[in-house]
């Protein structure tokens, strides 16, 4: 059946069933290949999106559930001011190394930052400890978000 979904703030109209995960939309029916599909089990965080600015993950996350909330990808997290540092710090530490799971890590980092500017170790490992990477990039990970957490406290967020 016809759904209207608003991703990265512009209205879609897709013609799926309700049960229709939002990965298969966004890849298979609106071409958006940045996230990514990993265990398709809701296991390894590689499909995170945010659905009002939660994380979730997204092939297990039914078009019914996601139409009528704010939907935001990978491809526009960079127009945010937690997902613009994230990505900032991403590039000045060279955090990824295949890169596969990263659009993922993005995401979550970024809900993490938005929600908790100062996030403590504990946040960052409950956040993050379901965004899985097969190449253990975990330390500059939490190097990142250590980073952009205290770019944003010396004011450097509008940059
Ligand atoms: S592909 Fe969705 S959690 Fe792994
Ligand atoms: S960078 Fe390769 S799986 Fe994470």
Redesign the pocket.
């Known amino acids: 059946m016809p759904y209207v979904v608003t991703v990265n703030g512009m209205r879609r109209s897709v013609d799926v069933d309700q049960d229709t995960p939002m990965l298969w939309v966004l890849r298979d029916v609106l071409g958006m290949s940045g996230t990514k599909f990993g265990c398709g089990l809701g296991l390894c965080g590689a499909c995170t999106i945010h659905l009002d600015g939660k994380p979730v993950r997204s092939c297990i996350t039914p078009i019914a559930a996601a139409a009528g909330k704010r939907i935001t990808t990978i491809e526009a997290i960079g127009g945010t001011p937690a997902g613009r540092r994230i990505q900032q710090v991403w590039i000045e530490l060279g955090v ?7 659009s993922g ?1 993005i995401m979550s980092a970024t809900a993490l930052l938005a929600a908790k500017p100062n996030p403590t170790d504990g946040d960052i490992d409950s956040a993050m400890s379901g965004n ?6 975990y330390a500059r990970i939490r190097e990142g978000i250590k980073r952009a957490a205290h770019g944003a406290a010396n004011g450097k967020q509008g940059a």
Do not use: F
């Open positions: 990824p190394q295949c890169g596969y799971c990263q890590q899985i990477c097969r190449c253990g990039t």
